[in-house]
């Protein structure tokens, strides 16, 4: 079984787990765990699109 | 009066080993999750496990590559550590000759990278679980 994901949703799904595992394993409560969790997924989506469009901009 | 030199010197009291904190690490080595799923954490062993198993199998059905232990090239071995990180998944790959797709198209090397950072995070799983053994997390 072959799976292509585009860019974006590679960073979607690398985001999504890689975001799980730092809120359940840098916090110590439950809330914690979410608002962190939820904050690294911001992050790591933010920084791609930053990036994309920084990218866009410098090829001009 | 306590200056601060005198107070950064203080021994720190060693942790005991319990049997939990040598088997929970080797446990959620071998599986991810399980570290915590033996100590009862049910729900974050469980997600544990979903998101470290689904972003290495989808790394292999991207068609990413498996480091096998080697003594060349630095980055060759850095890729190493973190696959082996996977520990069960890793062994089963390399038993069943899995992973070894050519990075012939973008989406094969970021499966390579799936994998590896699957690896890398169950190592950062293994050490929370180490840290609800010895009692320094609930």
């Given at each position: 079984m072959t ?7 590679a960073?979607?799904?690398?985001s999504?787990?890689a975001?799980v ?7 110590d ?5 979410v608002r962190y969790?939820l904050?690294?997924?911001a ?5 791609v699109?930053?990036?994309?469009w ?7 | 009066?306590a200056?601060?030199?005198?107070d950064?010197?203080k021994?720190?009291p ?5 049997l939990?904190?040598?088997l ?8 991810p999750?399980?570290g915590?799923l033996?100590?009862?954490r049910?729900i ?5 496990f979903?998101?470290i ?9 991207m068609?990413?590559r498996?480091?096998?232990a ?11 550590i ?12 390399l038993a069943n000759?899995?992973?070894q797709?050519a ?11 799936f994998?590896i950072?699957a ?6 799983a ?13």
């Open positions: 799976i292509t994901l585009n860019h974006f949703s960073a979607l799904v690398f999504l787990f975001s595992v730092f809120g359940i394993t840098h916090r409560t439950t809330r914690e765990m969790g904050y690294c997924f992050m790591f989506l933010g920084g699109l930053v990036a994309g920084a990218m866009w901009i410098l090829r001009r | 009066m200056n601060s030199t005198t950064k010197a021994i720190v060693s942790e005991t080993v319990t939990m904190s040598v929970a690490p080797a446990i959620g080595w071998l599986v999750g399980a915590h033996i100590q009862k049910w974050r062993g469980l997600l544990l979903v998101s198993v689904t972003l290495f199998l989808l790394g292999l059905a068609q990413g498996i480091y096998k080697n003594g060349g090239d630095i980055l060759e071995m850095l890729g190493f973190g696959d082996v990180g996977a520990g069960g998944l890793y062994i089963l790959t000759d899995w992973g797709g990075i012939a198209f973008a989406t094969a090397d970021f499966g390579t990278k994998m950072v690896g890398l995070l169950n190592f950062i293994v050490a929370d679980a180490y840290h609800i053994a010895i009692g320094k997390k609930r």
